[in-house]
């Protein structure tokens, strides 16, 4: 699948989950994704790029627009070298949180994407993929 | 240090919320409305989010906090002008915002809070009597 660059974003501070967010906003509306669509993707990614920060240590995301047969979408991928997630099931799980906020960050990126892939491994890092398709 | 203004109108306050917030500035933002709640007794509390393109959970926790808070402190909070597109994403976020009242517009929760401080003060003298 056509896949072109559009750039990556490091996370080291909650300035930088805002820029994230912000970042992430100009892509959709540039490959015309309709203005729920965008909120979706910029929830998302707000929410995964927190995640990051907070439980990953720091990290950094890549933002590539996608092709395939005529129809455009935005492809994020969120990287960190953290401590991983023991248990991808039970994080995953709503209103699951080791730390102190609601729990719905992974289970609500995934309803608000098209398309989500987590990989993750203890003491290596956490990996998350998600795509949103122009409807 | 940087800070959401936060106004006082008769027995309410206002706050709007016109930048895109780092987490730090949410969570000064909820103490903030708490300590004024108790400061100026405000019966009700406005939270003007016309301004935000979403609201993730990090932000729909405050908000359900800050309600909470009030809730104790014996003032009502009224969410005003939440995007449809917001709406719409934080149902399938999984945020149902419990407790929460919303009103199209500053006007529109004004009179929502004006009617209820009228309902709680009309049973509070009924109770009085009563009593
Ligand atoms: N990048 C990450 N690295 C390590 N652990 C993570 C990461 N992302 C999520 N987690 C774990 O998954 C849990 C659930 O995450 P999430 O659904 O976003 O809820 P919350 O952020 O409110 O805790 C977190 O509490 C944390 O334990
Ligand atoms: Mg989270």
């Known amino acids: 699948m056509p896949a072109t660059k559009r750039g990556s974003l490091s996370i080291r501070s909650q300035d930088d989950v805002v820029g994230v967010r912000q970042a992430v906003r100009r892509a959709a509306v540039d490959i015309g994704l309709n203005l729920i669509d965008q909120t979706k993707i910029v929830t998302a990614a707000s929410e995964l790029a927190r995640n990051a920060f907070v439980y990953g240590r720091g990290g950094e995301v890549l933002i590539e627009d996608l092709q395939e047969s005529g129809r455009r979408g935005l492809r994020l991928s969120f990287e960190d070298h953290g401590p991983g997630i023991p248990d991808i099931q039970k994080a995953m799980t709503d209103g699951y949180t080791s730390g102190t906020g609601l729990g719905l960050g992974l289970g609500g990126a995934k309803r608000l994407s098209d398309e989500f892939q987590i990989f993750s491994e203890e003491g290596a890092g956490t990996r998350v993929v998600i795509t949103r398709w122009k409807s | ?131």
Not at chain 2, 10 to 33: C, K, N
Not at chain 2, 54 to 78: C, P, Q, W, Y
């Open chain 2, 1 to 131: 240090m940087e800070r959401i203004p936060i106004l006082k109108l008769g027995p309410f306050l206002l706050v709007s919320i016109q930048v895109d917030m780092h987490d730090r500035l949410v969570l000064t933002l909820q103490d903030d409305l708490t300590e004024r709640i108790v400061q100026t007794r405000a019966r009700g509390v406005l939270i003007d989010i016309s301004g935000l393109d979403m609201v993730d959970s990090f932000i729909g926790r405050m908000l359900g906090n800050i309600a909470g808070m009030a809730r104790i402190l014996d003032a009502e909070t009224v969410v005003i002008g939440m995007q449809p597109s917001v709406a719409i994403t934080l149902v399938e976020l999984g945020l149902s915002l419990p407790g929460i009242r919303t009103a199209l517009n500053i006007d529109r929760g004004m009179d929502l809070l004006r009617a209820s401080l009228e309902e709680r003060t009309e049973d509070f003298s009924a109770g009085n009597q009563a009593g």
